[in-house]
């Protein structure tokens, strides 16, 4: 069964601390997406990767950096969390254009 | 800007009832249109459309897309408890030749037994 694995289902992190969380896919598909879900706001476009080692801003980037050193993962950093950073982060993959996309089953992130 | 809006925002309807969730969008470069259930966790996929008209189906649900109009909505027949969940409205975009997918903020269905 195909998926996209995200290392943590629930993460609380302190002010300050830089984190890191991953998402892996095993589909073998080009494109990757960080979105982060928030109560009345809906799912908002962090970053997004067509191909390895390429990767470009979406609606929210401030705060945010990524990876993806390998085609199956994709990780968003957060280099200083701050308490507006708490929220739902989920990782999607798709084939290409027009295909859909695949999500992980998101990582729940509270910053104290 | 892009955006794409959903409507109702939530919906409490009981077992049996027909309901029918609405999504409007705003896109540069529209390429298509995508309904997801989303419960606990990740959303999965429903439907894709991308041309006018044309009605999917899956078992009780169904999808039209009115690119005239700039709409879509999601029927559900015959609700089930199992239906409750939240729907998302996702538009594929093309703004700059890297395309991307636009959500609506949700729709946030219960169905009573």
């Known amino acids: 069964d195909v998926k996209v694995t995200q290392s943590s289902r629930y993460l609380v992190k302190r002010t300050g601390e830089k984190v890191f969380l991953e998402c892996v896919q095993d589909?073998?598909?080009?494109?990757m997406f960080w979105y982060r879900q928030d109560p009345g706001l809906g799912l908002r476009l962090i970053y997004f990767s067509y191909d390895v080692k390429m990767k470009e801003k979406g609606d929210i980037p401030e705060g945010y950096s990524v990876s993806r050193e390998k085609k199956e993962r994709f990780s968003l950093i957060l280099e200083s969390a701050s308490t507006n950073q708490t929220s739902m982060y989920l990782c999607?993959?798709?084939?290409?254009?027009?295909?859909?996309?695949?999500f992980g089953s998101g990582t729940r992130l509270t910053v104290v | 800007e892009d955006k794409v809006v959903q409507s109702p925002l939530s919906l409490v309807v009981h077992e049996g009832d027909t309901v029918t969730l609405n999504c409007s969008y705003e896109v540069t470069n529209f390429r298509s249109l995508l309904w997801y259930k989303q419960e606990k966790k990740a959303p999965t996929f429903l439907f894709m459309l991308?041309?006018?008209?044309i009605e999917k189906k899956s078992g009780r649900l169904s999808s039209i897309l009115d690119k005239k109009e700039l709409f879509s909505i999601l029927n559900i027949t015959a609700t089930q408890t199992g239906d409750s969940a939240v729907y998302l409205c996702?538009?594929?975009?093309?703004?700059?030749?890297?395309?991307?997918?636009?959500f609506g903020t949700g729709t946030r269905l219960k169905v009573l037994a």
């Open positions: 991308t041309s006018s008209g």
């Open positions: 999607a993959s798709s084939f290409r254009a027009n295909y859909g996309y695949t």
């Open positions: 589909m073998d598909h080009e494109n």
């Open positions: 996702a538009v594929e975009s093309l703004p700059s030749g890297t395309y991307k997918y636009i």
